[in-house]
């Protein structure tokens, strides 16, 4: 079984500070974690995924991930936030069940609002 | 790359007509096709799991008869809601991966049935 939590619902942050939106996780075996964004009306995009290796993984639009084992944790941070970055933020989690296929579990997505 | 296309993005029909939803991996080929759907302000239910040329897996509660998934090929999937009622409105977004890899998601239907 694999679990998946975002305990904040909306994060507010103000343009140029920094932002970090957190996840935590539960799953059996090593984990492959994932974070998305989604806009208003439109799918998912893929940000960065953890696999394997560095536990900071740099993702697109500036984002960052870090892999924390001990936590169970995936929190996405950004040094500097942009009022652009607003939008919903879905962490992922799944293991590799058979040779490289994976179904993610979803979290229940965080709304970032970035303040002029 | 890695490009997926769904289509319509929008649909407003009546009660009791069916609907398709298109899903196409544009420049590469997918093993496995997922369909979600997205209620307000909630995350994405996974609906069902399909590969090329089997019957989809459809998770609990998800009825397959009201939902038609048929994943003709490598790069189409097509998802129909059969006999649409006003519960059944909703934003339903597929997603597509290849072995290995990571999904890649449509944009989205929003359908709202009338």
């Known amino acids: 079984a694999q679990s998946v939590a975002q305990p904040e619902d909306q994060v507010n942050v103000a343009e140029g500070n920094p932002l970090t939106v957190k996840c935590t996780y539960s799953?059996?075996?090593?984990?492959?974690l994932f974070w998305y964004v989604q806009y208003p009306n439109r799918g998912l995009q893929f940000l960065l995924k953890?696999?394997?290796?560095?536990?900071l993984v740099k993702g697109s639009y500036g984002f960052e991930a870090e892999f924390n084992k001990s936590q169970t944790s995936f929190h996405l941070k950004k040094p500097s936030a942009l009022v652009s970055d607003s939008a919903l933020y879905f962490c992922?989690?799944?293991?590799?069940?058979?040779?490289?296929?994976?179904?993610?579990?979803f979290g229940r997505g965080t709304s970032l609002i970035v303040h002029p | 790359g890695a490009v997926v296309s769904q289509h319509p993005s929008w649909v407003i029909c009546k009660s009791g007509t069916s609907v398709k939803i298109e899903c196409r991996s544009l420049d590469f080929q997918a093993t496995t096709m997922f369909w979600y759907r997205q209620f307000p302000k909630q995350s994405l239910m996974l609906m069902a799991t399909s590969n090329e040329g089997s019957k989809a897996t459809y998770e609990q509660g998800v009825e397959k008869d009201k939902f038609l998934i048929n994943h003709a090929s490598l790069t189409l999937s097509t998802l129909t809601v059969t006999s649409a009622h006003p519960e059944d409105s909703s934003f339903y977004i597929c997603?597509?991966?290849?072995?290995?890899?990571?999904?890649?998601f449509g944009d989205g239907t929003r359908l709202s049935i009338l």
């Open positions: 953890y696999i394997t290796g560095d536990n």
């Open positions: 799953v059996s075996g090593n984990p492959y």
């Open positions: 992922a989690v799944s293991f590799d069940a058979s040779g490289g296929s994976y179904i993610p579990t």
């Open positions: 997603s597509a991966k290849r072995q290995g890899q990571h999904q890649h």
